[in-house]
């Protein structure tokens, strides 16, 4: 499955933004679809994720301002950020579990964001 995101850019500090993700194919069989960031000089980040039969998880540096969802029938993944911070600025990426693997086995080229002050 190959992924692309879209929807980064430029954005003011307590800005939303909402980023995409788009599949080659069905999501509909994907056990676990996920957002990940990471930022210069720092390990990438789980940031959301969402499961079967709708579970969902945030870190909790975005819990209360993030949201993620996906719509099966457009092959999608959003991730609705609210209240950006400067600390959000990262290169996002999706990532979903097609194979019953411990990590995810499909990414995405990721898009940036960067939150100004």
């Known amino acids: 499955v190959q992924l692309v995101e879209s929807g980064g850019g430029l954005v003011q500090a307590g800005g939303s933004l909402r980023l995409s993700c788009v599949a080659s194919?069905?999501?509909?069989?994907?056990?676990?679809m996920a957002w990940y960031r990471q930022a210069p000089r720092k390990d990438r980040e789980l940031v959301a994720a969402?499961?079967?039969?709708?579970?969902?998880y945030y870190a909790d540096s975005v819990k209360g301002r993030f949201l993620v969802s996906r719509d099966n029938a457009k092959k999608s993944l959003y991730l609705e950020m609210n209240s950006v911070q400067p600390e959000d600025t990262a290169m996002y990426c999706c990532a979903a579990w097609v194979a019953a693997t411990m990590v995810p086995d499909s990414w995405g080229q990721g898009t940036q964001v960067t939150v100004s002050a």
């Open positions: 194919e069905s999501i509909n069989n994907i056990r676990a």
């Open positions: 969402t499961g079967i039969g709708d579970s969902t």
